[in-house]
């Protein structure tokens, strides 16, 4: 079956510290990928995107995902997190050739110590 | 602003009630979804328009209604049939039907079921 995993439910990290959060998805072909982070309460933003082409893919926020084929993952990144970024981020794939169907993983509750 | 708004961001609805949550759009998007999201279980697909006069049922339709009458508005009926309709429901839309069209999202509207 169809499945987007995101292994971690909650992370915490501290203020400074890098950040990878880990996404791996179940398709018979490359599916469209995309990773948005959720605020308490609030709707979904969408952080960044892969089609096609550069495997490591720049978002807003300072965000960065690369995809691998050969793992089936597309795992979100961060240098240096800020407190600011503590929310729950959703990976999410659209499979190629579908109508726009998003198909969403759990998502990973970040959570930043000062 | 172009963006997408969801009223009321609270309701609550005795058992046995019908409630319609509001979405609109002034993206001029062709595409507009409706999800369900409960905790720790990501965003579930309910319905979608991709044009006006046309919807499909998503994974989870059982116990909902929707109507696309115009481009920009796409109301979901949460009927007295929907066995546990307390949840966060989130509107989303995209220019175009495809894949490859990334989904914008509303903030959301919180049913609680009293």
């Known amino acids: 079956a169809q499945s987007v995993t995101q292994p971690d439910i909650h992370i915490t990290v501290s203020e400074g510290a890098s950040l990878e959060l880990r996404c791996n998805y179940s398709y018979g072909a490359t599916p469209y990928l995309f990773w948005y982070v959720q605020s308490p309460g609030q709707g979904l933003q969408l952080l960044l995107k892969?089609?096609?082409?550069?495997?490591l893919v720049q978002g807003i926020k300072g965000f960065e995902a690369e995809f691998k084929r050969s793992q089936s993952s597309f795992n979100l990144r961060k240098p240096s997190v800020h407190w600011s970024d503590a929310a729950e981020y959703f990976c999410a794939v659209a499979p190629w050739g579908s109508q726009g169907n998003l198909i969403f993983g759990k998502g990973t509750k970040l959570s930043v110590k000062p | 602003d172009g963006g997408i708004t969801q009223s009321p961001k609270y309701l609550f609805r005795k058992e046995g009630q019908n409630v319609t949550l509001s979405c609109e759009q002034n993206l001029n998007h062709d595409a507009m979804y409706w999800y369900r999201q409960d905790p720790g279980q990501g965003l579930r697909l309910i319905y979608y328009s991709q044009i006006v006069n046309d919807f499909q049922k998503g994974d989870i339709a059982e116990g909902y209604s929707v109507s696309r009458e115009k481009k920009e508005s796409f109301p979901l009926t949460v009927t007295s049939a929907q066995k546990n309709p307390t949840a966060f429901y989130l509107c989303?839309?995209?220019?175009?039907?495809?894949?490859?069209?990334?989904?914008?999202f509303g903030p959301g509207t919180r049913l609680t079921v009293l």
């Open positions: 892969y089609f096609s082409g550069d495997t």
């Open positions: 989303a839309s995209s220019a175009g039907q495809g894949a490859s069209d990334t989904q914008y």
